[in-house]
Each structure stands twice: as C-alpha cells, then as structure tokens.
C-alpha cells in the first residue's frame, strides 16, 4: 500500500509540474522547437531543472545500498548504440516534434478529453504495438529453422 500511494504521490507531483511548466500544452512545445520562426526558450530552463533533479537523485540512489521501498534498483546495464534505439528515439522525435506532446506532457492532459491528446495516445499505443509485433517476427525461428 506504501508503494502505491508513494506512486501516487510521485505521479501527482510530476504531473503538477508538466502542468506548471506547460509541457501539457502543445503549442508551447512546438513554439520551442521552431528555432527559424515563434521561438520560445523557455522550455530549456524546464530541461535544465529536470536534468539538475535527475542528477542530484542519481548521486543520491548511487550512495544507498537499496531504495527505500524496494529490494534493489532497476537501472539499465545495456550500454552500446543499436538500430533499434536510434530508430526509436528518431521516431519519437519525430512524433514529439508533429504532435507538441511527449508522453510526460500527454498523460496530465488526456482526462481533458480532447481530440489531440487522445489521438497522439492513441498513436503511442499504436507505435508500441507495431515495435512489438516487429521485435516478435525477428525473433521467431524461420520455416527453415523450425
């Protein structure tokens, strides 16, 4: 129940803050990408707050044995660029860069009910789908194999 409410705890603070920076609102997501036209720095200073939190608790994880309200932590060990992150990152950049939304900046939006957001959820849930099913054909033994 801990863990739980902790969760809930962290989601609310985190969406409070997409809210207060306006990452939920597309247009200034997209004013910050249009460099050449309605430039809008101000999402940069949301980035440098987010890295500087990022990297005071990663320095603060790294001197604790284990985390607080679980047995060990859960870091990534793969370390070297591949096809599939490349593509990943470039098509989610992609669809940041159309839509105005990440998913951070989605979720806190989408109980408003309009047509944007659940569309560009809609197709994140769709990407995920199609990586799945392409990850699942790669690793099925062909006829030959079988």
């Not at 247009?27 to 050449?36: G, Q």
Request: proline share 6%; with cysteine; hydrophobic share 55%.
């Amino acid at each position: 129940m801990i863990r739980l409410l902790s969760a809930f705890a962290i989601g609310l603070v985190f969406g409070t803050g997409i809210l207060i920076s306006g990452m939920g609102n597309p247009a200034k997501v997209l004013n910050f990408f249009d460099v050449a036209g309605t430039w809008d720095p101000s999402l940069a200073f949301v980035m440098g707050g987010a890295l500087t939190v990022a990297a005071i608790g990663y320095r603060l994880a790294f001197r604790m044995k284990s985390p607080v309200l679980a047995a060990e932590f859960s870091l990534p060990t793969k370390t070297d660029l591949d096809m599939k992150l490349i593509g990943g990152s470039a098509i989610f950049g992609i669809g940041w860069g159309m839509s105005g939304f990440c998913p951070g900046g989605l979720v806190p939006v989408l109980g408003l009910g309009l047509s944007g957001p659940l569309l560009t959820g809609a197709a994140i849930v769709a990407g995920i789908l199609v990586a799945r099913w392409i990850t699942t054909l790669g690793s099925r033994p062909s006829p030959a194999q079988a």
